[in-house]
């Protein structure tokens, strides 16, 4: 498959269009991606490994994901993890209620419900 690839001068890939549809989807395409430049390449990989698990170095299409990849891969992965050990977001609200943090008129807007819906 020939594809035209869109990258940043940093060498990350920042979009993929495979010939066929170069045609119809060219110059929206482009118009709704940021890049700095384009290269045309030959590959049998599909556009999704290319897009995720290369970058581009020196003009070249280079196996290996971009370090800003690798950084938002991380950082999902703690966000994932840390999601599911912290408390449930209603027990950490009604935490920061009973102590006293929200301001006057939300923690009025809080109690007004706690009042309605007694325990």
């Known amino acids: 498959m020939i594809y035209k690839i869109y990258y940043k001068t ?4 920042t979009g993929i269009l495979e010939s066929g549809d170069l045609e119809n989807l ?11 430049s ?7 990989e599909t556009a999704e490994i290319i897009f995720f698990e290369h970058h581009i170095a ?3 299409l280079v196996k290996g ?6 950084s938002e891969s991380n950082l999902k992965l703690i966000r994932s993890e840390r999601k ?11 935490a920061l209620f009973h102590a006293g943090v929200f301001p006057e008129e939300m923690a009025a807007k809080i109690q007004a419900v706690k009042d309605k819906y007694p325990k």
């Open 58 to 60: 020196d003009g070249d």
């Open 38 to 44: 384009t290269i045309d390449i030959e590959s049998e």
């Open 84 to 94: 599911s050990e912290y408390p449930p977001i209603g027990d950490q609200l009604d």
């Open 26 to 36: 060219q110059t929206t395409y482009e118009s709704s991606i940021e890049y700095d």
């Open 65 to 70: 994901k971009h370090s800003e990849r690798i």
């Open 10 to 13: 940093n060498g990350r890939i």
